[in-house]
């Protein structure tokens, strides 16, 4: 019995068929809707003029998508170009060196970035919890550790710190909360993998190798202290079959993503719909519940980039790095959430796994998860929306549990029995598809706004039935005097095409990892750069969960 077993392939082929045409039905109606709204005075600060020979505007709504891929573009391929370089020329000649030579150009590179205060203040931390280390005791580890991030979340400390960065540039903040964060992270790992193997005698070089690998040090993915260790100590590293295929198939379906996702933009506006709530709630169903469930899938595939991206890299230094998150749409339990497997390992092996042991028993497992969320929340950055969040998602992961428990209760259980194991799957399957949009609604409260979030449950929850967006154009841009019945033919509105406006929310099960956005009470409107303020009101950068520039 399960949700594996196999099914007769004309039944799954008949599933697909029907997915696919539901897809193809909202992204009809997202696409008009899109059309509809292009010219929306809401929509001018993130629909803006896109590639010329496209001849569309392009939603511009992504802070980090816009940061990654224009300004800071040629910052990321000059380092990490070369890293790849000094690495292969290090590989060749010295093998044996090669961990030097990934310390000292990732330390040159924070240092000509931030400057030598911000280095001399990640060192800083770096040697407090390599003493501590020293002292034997993980819960003093992590104590430590989880003070140290808490001190990059919060003022005043997050103020005077932020202080050690030399000069202004546009992505100071993200850079500043990226390394400091991820830093406390590997150092912590760093101290707990010492406390777990003392024989072992890990130095301070060790800690400073791992921490200023360049691919990873400010946006992640985080690799444990004991698999990073145990990858880069081989002296003579040796390919595995078909490797390098591998590797350039990775970098280059990471350059088709990021074309598809840019066109994408200029028919699809789903970062924007959601700011304007009143547009948004003239979308048919159909399009709402699509406008939901394309911002979740964007979230995925901006994750698969990124981190596809640094792979690449991690894999030529001869790496075995975390992998993409899994796809969205395969996803339909909580413990499969998260977008950001280095961090969601971090997670699992220090706390989660530690206190819920097998993950069977329900007290030992709500205070797993309770500790789990409670550190998410602190990397996060403490606030109200990220406070829903992590409760939602907490107990999301429990309630799985719960009903598990529930089936495996006697009567429940002889009755799964007595069917066959189609018919277990087919029952099961039901319950995962209303997990799924569990786990898409709980999730739409940080990729968007709580106000979008109700918005979208009303609808499809209760009233249904969307005003549909082209007769609300056409009345909002009817002249003054001409009723329905006045309007020329030259005027009328598309009421055909309104109907099928599409809906794009976005939602991410997104971690249960760290990527979600932190805003206060006040954020919860939201933004039309897709980027809400923290609680001081600057935009923050929902990857690392920091301040973020204005250059959204």
Not at 356 to 368: D, F, Q, T, Y
Request: one cysteine or more; glycine letters at 8%.
């Amino acid at each position: 019995m399960g949700i594996k077993t196999a099914l007769p392939t004309a039944e799954l082929g008949l599933y697909s068929l029907v997915l696919s045409g539901a897809l193809a039905y909202a992204g009809r109606g997202l696409l008009e809707a899109s059309q509809d709204g292009a010219h929306r005075k809401a929509f001018r600060e993130s629909v803006r003029p896109g590639w010329e020979y496209i001849g569309r505007k392009m939603d511009v709504a992504d802070f980090e998508w816009v940061m990654w891929f224009t300004s800071f573009r040629n910052v990321i391929i000059f380092a990490l170009s070369g890293h790849v370089l000094f690495a292969k020329l290090c590989t060749m000649v010295a093998p044996q060196l090669r961990s030097w030579m990934y310390a000292a150009y990732g330390a040159l590179a924070v240092m000509g970035t931030m400057g030598p205060w911000y280095l001399l203040l990640l060192l800083g931390h770096c040697v407090g919890l390599y003493v501590a280390s020293l002292l034997g005791q993980p819960w003093l580890c992590l104590g430590l550790g989880l003070a140290s991030l808490a001190s990059f979340k919060m003022d005043p400390l997050i103020s005077w710190q932020s202080g050690f960065v030399t000069g202004t540039f546009d992505l100071q903040e993200v850079l500043f909360h990226g390394g400091s964060s991820f830093t406390v992270l590997r150092c912590t790992s760093f101290a707990l993998e010492s406390c777990a193997h003392p024989d072992r005698h890990y130095s301070l070089a060790d800690l400073l190798k791992y921490n200023f690998y360049l691919p990873f040090f400010f946006f992640g993915p985080i690799m444990t202290f004991d698999r990073f260790h145990a990858q880069v100590s081989q002296v003579e590293p040796v390919r595995r079959e078909g490797e390098l295929w591998h590797i350039r198939a990775q970098a280059g379906l990471s350059v088709v993503a990021i074309m598809a996702v840019d066109i994408f933009f200029h028919f699809f506006y789903i970062l924007t719909i959601p700011s304007d709530l009143k547009f948004a709630n003239r979308l048919p169903d159909s399009a709402l519940a699509g406008l939901a469930y394309s911002n979740l899938v964007y979230d995925w595939v901006k994750a698969a980039v990124l981190f596809g991206v640094v792979n690449t890299v991690a894999c030529l230094d001869h790496l075995d790095p975390p992998q993409p998150p899994k796809c969205i749409t395969a996803l339909y339990v909580f413990a499969e959430t998260h977008f950001d497997r280095g961090i969601n390992d971090w997670l699992c092996k220090y706390v989660y796994d530690h206190i819920g042991g097998e993950h069977s028993a329900v007290i030992p497992e709500l205070a797993a998860t309770v500790a789990t969320f409670a550190i998410t929340t602190l990397w996060l950055g403490p606030c109200d929306i990220v406070y829903l969040w992590s409760f939602l998602n907490c107990f999301g992961l429990n309630f799985e549990l719960w009903v598990q428990k529930l089936a495996e209760w006697g009567p429940l259980a002889r009755i799964e029995a007595s069917l066959s194991v189609q018919m277990s799957r087919r029952i099961r399957a039901l319950f995962g598809a209303m997990n799924f949009w569990a786990i898409i609604m709980y999730n739409l409260v940080s990729l968007n706004s709580l106000e979008f979030t109700q918005l979208v449950a009303r609808r499809l929850l209760l009233t249904g039935k969307g005003q549909g967006c082209g007769d609300a154009e056409g009345a909002r841009h009817q002249p003054q005097g001409l009723g329905p019945s006045k309007m020329p033919p030259t005027l009328s509105s598309p009421r055909d095409s309104a109907g099928r406006a599409h809906p794009a929310g976005r939602g991410v099960g997104r971690e249960n990892s760290p990527r979600m956005r932190c805003c206060s009470q006040a954020s919860m409107t939201p933004s039309p750069h897709r980027v809400p303020p923290d609680h001081a009101g600057h935009p923050v950068c929902h990857l690392l969960w920091c301040p973020a520039s204005k250059g959204a």
